[in-house]
């Protein structure tokens, strides 16, 4: 084995940190290789002989940490597993003792080093990582079940951690498959109402004669078959978050009567003279200009302006092209985990036409493509072309 042979793998979705760590190393001599992801660093420990020790970013986005860790020590009896959380700043583990003087030596540079010992095993490590992140790095955290390193994403990490602490309503916008609903859904988490109550409706998805009923209930005897009183989804909300999805398929009638819960805070279910009162968020989505004429559907203007008092749009997936391979990554390890089968990788081929592919169907046409490819592929452990016809398709995609 060559001095150039890496010692190191240093596994981590943000690039400032790898390039930090990585010109670390080098200048004691320590040659590493960085990967982007938990994936990424089980092929390169596979590949590579001579790994002594691999830096684990704690926020992976496609892989679960901890089974990782297990893996890789799995793989290597003397491997060192080193566990960073760059969020907090400040936990780095290895749940076992170090091995390698590399490792303790690597600690150091970090930064501010403890020890702590318990009979038996394991030490725990604890170091100060937040000096090495770069001004971009420190800026902007991941949503909750978000992944992705665009500026895009990071502006929209920023637009809804200012908001989730309020009571102020949500208009999410971006196109089909984007990911709303998970945008939604890190509103309510990173909010005070995080405990209670994160009710999602599907406007399009529920016949107009039902939605009435559904969002506001109704009394017992209000119709007919209405034989018990039934609470509505805003009630079943409250002191919590109601999402309302494809917010620009609400008939006109409701849409008055939204605008109206919206003003006084107030519901009244079908059949009843009585009158609740309700505490709800609502955060709302849509993939159409709700502002644009729609003879169809119009929308109210007024009540447009209820819902986007504070608007934000998910960048879709083509121009996140960044992103393309990690998310492909995290939905192929996923994919594999939970259908028991062994983990699988992309050819170079692969790669590529996902990188270029357009995504009309954005993050969702992305996952349901890999899992089609992982079911295709059988036992087989590499993904090619021939697993993803339809970006193999010359009318779709041009490699040339």
């Not at 501010?112 to 937040?130: A, F, G, N, S, T």
């Not at 992103?323 to 692969?350: N, Y």
């Not at 270029?356 to 169907?361: T, V």
Request: charged share 25%; aromatic share 4%.
């Amino acid at each position: 084995m060559s001095f150039t042979d890496p010692k190191i793998i240093i596994a981590s979705p943000d690039l400032a940190f790898r390039k930090h760590l990585t010109q670390a190393v080098g200048t004691m001599r320590w040659p590493s290789v960085d990967a982007g992801g938990g994936a990424d660093a089980l092929i390169k420990l596979d590949s590579l002989a001579g790994i002594e020790a691999v830096v684990l970013d704690r926020n992976l986005a496609d892989l679960d940490v901890d089974d990782l860790d297990i893996s890789l020590r799995a793989h290597r009896k003397n491997l060192d597993v080193l566990l960073v959380d760059l969020n907090d700043g400040e936990i780095c583990r290895s749940n076992r003792a170090l091995v390698h003087p590399r490792s303790k030596e690597l600690i150091w540079q970090l930064g501010r080093v403890e020890v702590m010992e318990e009979e038996p095993l394991p030490r725990v490590v604890v170091i100060d990582v937040k000096e090495h992140q770069s001004e971009a790095a420190r800026d902007w955290t991941p949503l909750p079940g978000m992944i992705g390193n665009h500026s895009g994403m990071a502006e929209l990490s920023r637009l809804v951690r200012l908001v989730a602490p309020r009571r102020t309503s949500v208009l999410i916008t971006g196109e089909t498959g984007t990911g709303k609903e998970v945008v939604a859904r890190a509103v309510h988490q990173l909010s005070p109402r995080s405990s209670s109550p994160f009710i999602a409706v599907n406007c399009a998805a529920i016949p107009d004669a039902l939605l009435e009923s559904e969002l506001f209930g109704y009394a017992r005897g209000a119709f007919t078959g209405a034989m018990q009183p039934k609470m509505g989804r805003i009630e079943a909300a409250n002191g919590g978050t109601l999402f309302l999805d494809e917010i620009g398929e609400l008939p006109a009638g409701l849409q008055a009567k939204l605008l109206r819960f919206l003003q006084e805070r107030e519901v009244q279910r079908l059949g009843s003279n009585e009158v609740t009162m309700v505490d709800v968020r609502i955060v709302a989505a849509t993939h159409v200009n709700l502002l644009q004429a729609n003879p169809a559907k119009p929308f109210r203007q007024d009540l447009y302006y209820r819902l986007a008092v504070f608007p934000v749009e998910v960048p879709a997936l083509r121009d996140r092209q960044d992103d393309i391979l990690l998310l492909a990554r995290h939905f192929l390890a996923d994919i594999c985990a939970k259908d028991g089968v062994d983990a699988k990788e992309f050819s170079a081929d692969v790669a590529a036409a996902l990188i270029n592919y357009e995504w009309p169907g954005n993050v969702r046409e992305l996952q349901h493509l890999i899992e089609r490819a992982v079911i295709l592929a059988q036992s087989e452990k590499v993904l090619t072309l021939k697993h993803l016809p339809h970006l193999n398709s010359q009318n779709i995609l041009n490699l040339a």
